[in-house]
């Protein structure tokens, strides 16, 4: 399931040798910088994971969060959750601020005064689908805004490239019968804990060809998992006009809108899941919903309604 370049990189690294490279293609510096951020991001995941398990009180306040949420140690364990303290340079006082920068995890302002991109927050590693730590983000733990931050276009991370739960999700099946797209990263793991571990999630942005080709590498169909409301209807929408082109023999995709007021969180809490699976199962395929979004306005009874569909 990978690409070629990355089928070779992959197999040149298990016996320890350098893939050689076209004078032009990608520089030996360049390849050392990618390298570098790999093992800063590995390294800063690591001290997220021990500051989640520290007894300050801001640790503890994380850990009830998590544990409010129904989530337990071991399903924190597996996503390789963290926590980031709030202070302005907890990562600067550990690691070399030239390689936080370019991985994200620094911002430096207008006077050029540098700091962490994340505080006081819930901390999700985003690994490639090797493994590999490519970015973070960070939940906080009250209503203060924005409630998610991700980590920026890095050289190692694209958010329309790359999803969240998809490393997880092959470690357990390598040939799922399907995917489940939803929106969150609490919402991934929460599932995986109910038993659904097939459910990725795109990294706070719009569902883009890449993600729906990267996916359909592993599935033949994609079920995409939106709330009820109008913004959710949106969102399908948007989605559903990116997904068509991506269509061929063999592919299926389908909509499914969760009831009012829930998400697929407190769904599966609330229905348990059996119910939740039938929910995913029995989903709308997607030419169904195509035709329902242009007909639910129209009369197909005359002749006027048809002309215009």
């Known amino acids: 399931h990978l690409t070629f370049v990355e089928a070779i990189e992959e197999l040149a ?7 050689p490279r076209e004078a032009g293609f990608v520089s030996k510096p360049a390849q050392d910088n990618v390298k570098q951020q790999f093992e800063l991001l590995e390294q800063v995941a690591k001290v997220y994971a021990q500051q989640l398990r520290a007894t ?4 503890q306040t994380a850990i009830a969060y998590l544990k409010k949420r129904g989530l337990t140690g071991e399903i924190a364990k597996e996503f390789r959750l963290g926590f980031a303290p709030e202070q302005w340079d907890f990562l600067l006082q550990h690691f070399p601020a030239k390689t936080l920068l370019e991985a994200g995890l620094i911002v430096k302002n207008e006077n050029g005064k540098q700091y962490d991109r994340f505080r006081g927050r819930i901390m ?3 690994r490639d689908k090797r493994g590999r730590i490519i970015g973070f983000g960070g939940r906080v733990l009250d209503d203060s805004q924005p409630k998610y931050l991700n980590s920026p276009e890095t050289s190692v991370f694209s958010k329309g490239q790359n999803v969240y739960g998809l490393y997880e999700l092959l470690r357990k099946n390598a040939k799922p019968e399907r995917i489940l797209i939803v929106e969150g990263y609490m919402d991934v793991i929460a599932l995986a804990q109910y038993g659904i571990s097939y ?3 795109t990294l706070g942005t719009a569902t883009t060809k890449a993600h729906l080709d990267l996916l359909f ?3 033949h169909e994609l079920v995409f ?3 009820g409301d109008n913004a959710g209807q949106q969102a399908a929408w948007r989605a559903i006009e990116i997904a068509l082109p991506t269509l061929k023999d063999g592919r299926e995709i389908k909509i499914m809108l969760l009831p009012q007021s829930h998400d697929p ?12 699976e039938q929910r995913v199962t029995s989903a709308q395929v997607l030419s169904d919903y195509f035709f329902h979004h242009y007909t639910s306005t129209l009369d197909l009874s005359t002749m006027e309604g048809r002309a215009k569909l």
Not at 13 to 19: A, Q, T
Not at 56 to 59: I, L, T
Not at 265 to 276: Q, Y
Request: aromatic share 12%.
């Open 13 to 19: 690294s298990f016996v320890g040798v350098e893939v």
């Open 56 to 59: 300050n009180p801001a640790a």
């Open 124 to 126: 999700f590693p985003i």
């Open 199 to 201: 459910a990725v999630a």
């Open 217 to 219: 590498r592993h599935s």
């Open 225 to 227: 998992c939106f709330d």
């Open 265 to 276: 969180d407190s769904l599966i809490r609330a229905e348990g899941l059996a119910n939740f």
